[in-house]
């Protein structure tokens, strides 16, 4: 079945650091991608999104690559901010279903010390 | 622009009770799906209401059934609470079955004891 892997956490960072998370994904089909990031007391957002193979996505200095061969759509963000702790949660959905059912990864939460 | 809102923001129920959610979709949002998310894991597709109509269901029991009205708001309804069922409840709205991307509402938070 469709299912998303995405490294553990939580992963602690210094402000400016350079941020990667790692994402795969499992999929019939070509499914599109997605980062959603909850904030501390908020709601899912989508961060960013990619619908076919070589895309990527970008998004407030966040960017990912929808990359077929490894099946794989990695997070990354240049120079973070403390802004930017919180809960980052890579998805997809299929063609096969609809674009409401989206499938989560587990999360992983980030936090940026100043 | 009101975005999705959610009724209650917390809950608390004893297991055998019933509960029941409410949601109300972003303004000139259509479809509204659900999600249920356990503490510490992503959220997990429950199902999908669109023309008041259950579209699309996720691995869930019947315990869990919903309901959309025609100003497109929705309902959870949960019965027979088990202790598991204690999570965030999410709501979201969308556009149609088009690739609108989801809004999410900010959940209810629901503990069964």
């Known amino acids: 079945g469709n299912s998303v892997t995405q490294m553990e956490g939580p992963v602690t960072l210094s402000e400016e650091a350079f941020l990667t998370i790692n994402c795969t994904y499992t999929a019939t089909g070509y499914p599109s991608l997605f980062w959603y990031v909850q904030y501390p007391g908020e709601g899912l957002q989508l961060l960013l999104k990619?619908?076919?193979?070589?895309d990527k996505g970008s998004n407030k200095g966040f960017e990912a690559t929808y990359r077929k061969e490894t099946t794989s759509f990695h997070l990354e963000k240049g120079s973070v901010q403390v802004s930017d702790s919180a809960v980052y949660f890579c998805?997809?959905?299929?063609?096969?279903?609809?674009?409401?059912?989206?499938?989560f990864g587990s999360g992983t939460r980030l936090s940026i010390r100043p | 622009d009101a975005g999705v809102t959610q009724s209650p923001t917390h809950l608390i129920k004893t297991r055998g009770q019933q509960v029941t959610l409410r949601c109300s979709p972003k303004?000139?949002?259509?479809?509204v799906s659900w999600y249920q998310q356990a503490l510490g894991q992503g959220p997990q597709f429950i199902f999908q209401y669109y023309e008041e109509e259950e579209r699309q269901r996720g691995n869930f029991p019947d315990r869990f059934s919903g309901h959309q009205f025609p100003n497109y708001s929705s309902e959870l309804n949960v019965n027979a609470l088990l202790l598991g069922d204690s999570a965030l409840y999410l709501c979201?709205?969308?556009?149609?079955?088009?690739?609108?991307?989801?809004?999410f509402g900010n959940g209810t938070r629901l503990t069964v004891t």
């Open positions: 303004s000139g949002h259509d479809t």
């Open positions: 990619a619908t076919k193979a070589d």
């Open positions: 979201a709205s969308s556009l149609g079955s088009s690739n609108s991307p989801l809004h």
């Open positions: 998805a997809l959905s299929t063609l096969y279903s609809s674009a409401s059912k989206i499938i």
